[in-house]
């Protein structure tokens, strides 16, 4: 019997689960299960398995070093005290609740995974981990549960351009019909595979900059659309390739204009009533939502560590671009940092939201909402008071009335953000010490490694890492 076959005393449920799966599958005509997770750095790694051994894989779990949480996009590997070496090993556990079919790359299926240790303990750098215990927190102590949607941008090069240059596949204009009928066919097979997968999209169109377009889905449980975040770019990848277009879901591809985002979209509830909608607050927003948008404002420059920790991200988080990268919120102001959402007359009990601006697809989307929900519950709990409201576009602020406002430039250097984490015991210990050292390990290695690069050079570094 092989190190990897399943025995009596691993996890007796899932194993006959996985069984009954892997028999399925095989008759589906899958021949391989991608286990897939998101490093420190915002990348999806991923180990595979034949189908008849996904039982194998629900009882025991697939190695992997523990290494890769101190890995940076380049795969160069920085330290902490505990991450960073070449000793242990981690179990990949495949969620099978998950466990999708993949429409665009026939013969396989993908779940994500949740790292587990050797002894059988949550390992400390696992974001969706992190996630589910954050999830669960706010449910225990406060009462209260999210829904969550992460947007989905990306630009879409010719696959047979000169090197790693980024070439416009499509010539249309910004949000433009030219430019959906150029990435007709390829845009109807997405449509289609994702609906094969049970994605639910809530609108798909060509976005501002070259070659841009964007991708809503419906609103989940948070891990649930951490995971959708990361299946639909593993979607968008193969139906692209697949029609001969090479796609970048960085930052920035170019060193100047209008970058790819990756705007989290979030809602509290309690007792199935939306706390952002029928409030006596501003916009319908109830006191604990106020609250809750309050500590999210707070910490957005600590906060920036995790939603865009790339240095690439800097070349998106410019003023006047849309990114929002001023402390400032407002209703439906897609300059301010925090877009309040109310939604149509109508619908706004369901529809009313927390739209986080300054967010970009370079980060681990479980880190994410994680770090986001833990400052939004920390305003809650304190009754944190909702400043001003902001309009029109901050940057156009006089600085002494901005000062006075409370309105400040989030970080302009991965530094910069890093000092701002550092600083902040709330989103540290929402992490864990571990975690958190890795937050800042990684960062801190991803400026140094492009410390002598100007934007182009930046931009063409991690063109195609996401």
């Known amino acids: 019997m092989s190190e990897s076959d399943p025995v009596p005393g691993g996890r007796p449920g899932e194993v006959e689960r996985a069984t009954a799966l892997s028999g399925e599958l095989t008759g589906q005509g899958v021949h391989g299960v991608v286990l897939a997770y998101v490093d420190t750095a915002g990348i999806t790694r991923v180990k595979t398995v034949p189908t008849a051994k996904l039982a194998s894989a629900a009882a025991w779990g697939v190695g992997m070093s523990l290494v890769f949480d101190t890995f940076l996009a380049d795969d160069s590997i920085v330290t902490t005290d505990v991450l960073g070496s070449p000793d242990g090993d981690l179990r990949l556990y495949p969620d099978l609740d998950r466990l999708t079919v993949l429409a665009a790359q026939p013969g396989w299926a993908w779940a994500p995974v949740d790292r587990i240790t050797q002894e059988g303990a949550p390992h400390p750098a696992c974001g969706r981990t992190v996630l589910r215990r954050t999830v669960a927190g706010a449910a225990e102590r406060h009462g209260v549960t999210f829904r969550a949607a992460v947007e989905i941008e990306w630009v879409v090069g010719r696959g047979d351009a000169d090197g790693d240059a980024f070439v416009p596949a499509v010539s249309g204009p910004a949000y433009g019909a030219a ?202 709990a304190s009754s944190a008071p909702l400043p001003e409201e902001i309009t029109g576009d901050p940057a156009r602020l006089d600085p002494a009335d901005a000062a006075a406002r409370g309105v400040r430039r989030l970080p302009v250097t991965l530094a910069e953000s890093v000092a701002a984490f550092r600083a902040d015991e709330v989103l540290r210990t929402a992490l864990g010490p571990v975690l958190a050292d890795a937050v800042v390990a990684v960062r801190l290695g ?13 931009a063409a570094a991690y063109r195609w890492k996401y």
């Open 179 to 380: 430019r959906q009928i150029e990435l007709s066919d390829c845009a109807a097979d997405l449509l289609a595979a994702l609906a094969a997968q049970g994605v639910d999209v809530e609108q798909f169109h060509p976005e501002y900059a070259a070659g841009q377009f964007e991708i809503s889905v419906g609103a989940l449980d948070p891990v649930a659309a951490a995971d959708h975040s990361v299946l639909v770019r593993q979607t968008i990848r193969a139906v692209s390739r697949r029609h001969g277009l090479r796609v970048s879901f960085a930052p920035a591809v170019l060193g100047q204009g209008v970058g790819n985002g990756g705007h989290l979209h979030l809602s509290a509830w309690r007792g199935g009533t939306n706390l952002h909608a029928g409030g006596a607050g501003r916009y319908g927003m109830t006191p604990e939502a106020e609250s809750f948008v309050a500590g999210v404002l707070g910490r957005l420059p600590a906060l920036t560590a995790m939603t865009a920790p790339s240095p690439a991200s800097r070349l998106r988080l410019r003023p006047s671009q849309w990114a929002g990268v001023f402390t400032a919120w407002g209703r439906e102001t897609r300059e301010a940092a925090l877009r309040i959402v109310t939604g149509t007359a109508g619908i706004r009990d369901r529809a009313a939201n927390l739209e986080v601006k300054p967010v970009d697809l370079a980060a681990n989307p479980y880190l994410a909402l994680a770090s986001v929900i833990a400052a939004g519950l920390d305003g809650l």
């Open 446 to 458: 991803e400026a140094a490694a492009v410390e002598e690069l100007d934007d182009e050079g930046v």
